[in-house]
């Protein structure tokens, strides 16, 4: 059975910052690209960033130079490093996991950024 579980998410200030963690289970960890969605209320789900199983990463503009992904293959773990929060980076942050196969999602975390 295959499992992300999300931790890490909370209210924080504005400047503030939060890391969130995502641990998977039930797949080939290694070998499956990762990556962190959100998605706010009244707004579609959006990619924040993504790492490949090659370790490449991509970041929303958005986001960029501010948050930070990585992955721990050992731990089965892939995280996010969010700094310099904003009101608007409030939303339900998912982790998702895919190969050319299948996709796969976290049940989300809430992040709350306040002003």
């Known amino acids: 059975q295959v499992q992300l579980v999300e931790s890490g998410g909370g209210l924080v200030q504005a400047g503030g910052s939060l890391r969130l963690s995502c641990a998977a289970s039930?797949?080939?960890?290694?070998?499956?690209?990762m990556g962190w969605y959100r998605q706010a209320p009244g707004k579609q789900r959006e990619l924040v960033a993504d790492?490949?199983?090659?370790?490449?990463?991509n970041y929303a503009d958005s986001v960029k130079g501010r948050f930070t992904i990585s992955r721990d293959n050992a731990k089965n773990t892939v995280y996010l490093q969010m700094n310099s929060l904003k009101p608007e980076d409030t939303a339900v942050y998912y982790c998702?996991?895919?190969?050319?196969?299948?996709?796969?999602w976290g049940q989300g975390t809430q992040v709350t950024v306040s002003s």
């Open positions: 998702n996991a895919r190969n050319i196969y299948l996709v796969y």
């Open positions: 039930g797949i080939g960890f290694s070998r499956n690209h």
């Open positions: 790492i490949t199983s090659g370790f490449s990463t």
